[in-house]
Nanobody, 122 residues
Framework: QVQLVESGGGSVQAGGSLRLSCVAS????????MGWFRQAPGKEREGVAF???????IYADSVKGRFSISKDNDKNTLYLQMNSLKIEDTGMYSC????????????????WGQGTQVTVSS
């Protein structure tokens, strides 16, 4: 049974930083495309950052240069380092995974975590 559990969210002032974690069980992160999505109230879910099997990354334009996705295969854990946070980064952040090479927001992801809330204030 695949399970993804996120942590690390919280409240932070604009300009601050947070690091989100997503612990995966039931899969080996080495073999999977993994990504972070977020959804703000009243808005559609959007893809934030993706890491494919080969280690290549894709970022939404809105977070390029500020967010960094990485993983520790030994710990089966995906991370999202978020720096220079803006109010518009507020939302529920969820990690997701798919067992296929293609790895970006336009593809169907098979497994999802419950999410961790990030709130950025002025």
């Amino acid at each position: 049974q695949v399970q993804l559990v996120e942590s690390g969210g919280g409240s932070v002032q604009a300009g601050g930083s947070l690091r989100l974690s997503c612990v995966a069980s039931g899969i080996t992160t080495t073999n999977y495309c993994m990504g972070w999505f977020r959804q703000a109230p009243g808005k559609e879910r959007e893809g934030v950052a993706f890491l494919d099997r080969g280690g290549s990354t894709i970022y939404a334009d809105s977070v390029k240069g500020r967010f960094s996705i990485s993983k520790d295969n030994d710990k089966n854990t995906l991370y999202l380092q978020m720096n220079s946070l803006k109010i518009e980064d507020t939302g529920m952040y969820s990690c997701a995974t798919r067992n296929r090479p293609a790895c970006s927001a336009g593809f169907l992801f098979d497994y999802w975590g419950q999410g961790t809330q990030v709130t950025v204030s002025s």
